[in-house]
């Protein structure tokens, strides 16, 4: 049993810059590809970024360009560093498998971007 547990929210202005970590417990963390999802208030979990097992990475419009994922299989961690950080990425930001396993969804961790 894999679980995932992300960490490095919180609150930033406009334009500032954030590091989302997901830590895996559980050795078969570097078989998957992986995913950083969000879900903003009243609004359905998106994908916005993904990476395969060989480090291949995808993007949803709205974050090419200003968010960056990577993995270090050795530590079993995904990380999501957000830059040029937008109010309309206020979300709370989760990590799993991709496609995604319905067991591994954490607890999340919120991103607000606000003055």
């Known amino acids: 049993q894999v679980q995932l547990v992300e960490s490095g929210g919180g609150l930033v202005q406009p334009g500032g810059s954030l590091r989302l970590s997901c830590a895996a417990s559980?050795?078969?963390?570097?078989?998957?590809?992986m995913g950083w999802y969000r879900q903003a208030p009243e609004k359905q979990r998106e994908l916005v970024a993904s990476?395969?097992?060989?480090?291949?990475?995808n993007y949803a419009d709205s974050v090419k360009g200003r968010f960056t994922i990577s993995r270090d299989n050795a530590k079993n961690t995904v990380y999501l560093q957000m830059n040029s950080l937008k109010p309309e990425d206020t979300a709370v930001y989760y990590c799993?498998?991709?496609?995604?396993?319905?067991?591994?969804w954490g607890q999340g961790t919120q991103v607000t971007v606000s003055s």
């Open positions: 799993n498998a991709q496609p995604v396993i319905d067991a591994y």
């Open positions: 559980g050795r078969v963390f570097s078989i998957y590809a």
């Open positions: 990476i395969t097992k060989g480090g291949t990475t």
